[in-house]
């Protein structure tokens, strides 16, 4: 079985606290909550989306070719608080960037670290791949602090390109390899 058979398969999944999900038309209104909040996400949308330029980012980067993104779900309350990806994602090298965003109001509550440790989990044992990373901004302390609770080591850092603003950023990369995954 290929990977994108068993990404097909797990394609609905559970944790204590949350339901990962594809996403669906119907979430459009909660993502441009969150891509437009009075107090953004800095690191992952440009400030001052329209609804237009939000709705382009929505079903272009998330309902176009779904398989391998989740939108992140708190069970109890039904409300979408984020999405996790598999990025860069190369089958020959057995390898994916890892990317995800929760909505600021439910920082702090450890569902980003357990998002990240589920999908981190499913990669090694069912998706088949060796190694996951993570690129953060220099500056994005918090998602820098989920990497590590997860069981990602710290790779360095280096200089590239904002995929927003296209601007010279500084970015600090970590790593989880299957050789030293523990699920703990």
Do not use: C
Not at 10 to 23: A, G, V, Y
Not at 44 to 57: A, C, H, K, N
């Amino acid at each position: 079985m290929d990977i994108w058979m068993k990404l097909a398969e797990f394609s609905l999944i559970e944790t204590k606290d949350l339901l990962l999900r594809p996403f669906l038309f119907n979430d459009r209104q909660e993502f441009l909550e969150i891509s437009t909040a009075a107090e953004p996400l800095p690191f992952i949308f440009p400030q001052g989306l329209t609804v237009l330029e939000s709705d382009y980012v929505f079903v272009h980067d998330f309902l176009k070719n779904p398989l391998g993104i989740w939108a992140i779900e708190e069970k109890k309350t039904g409300t979408l608080l984020g999405a996790i990806r598999l990025e860069n994602l190369s089958w020959a090298d057995k390898k994916a960037d890892l990317a995800y965003f929760i909505r600021r109001e439910s920082w702090g509550q450890g569902y980003a670290t357990q998002v990240v440790k589920t999908i981190s989990f499913l990669s090694f044992q069912e998706f088949g791949l060796a190694e996951l990373n993570i690129v953060t901004h220099l500056e994005n302390l918090a998602s820098q602090r989920v990497a590590q609770k997860a069981g990602f080591q710290e790779l360095g850092q280096f200089k590239g390109s904002d995929r927003h603003s296209r601007k010279t950023r500084r970015y600090k990369a970590f790593v989880l390899r299957r050789r030293d995954y523990s699920d703990e």
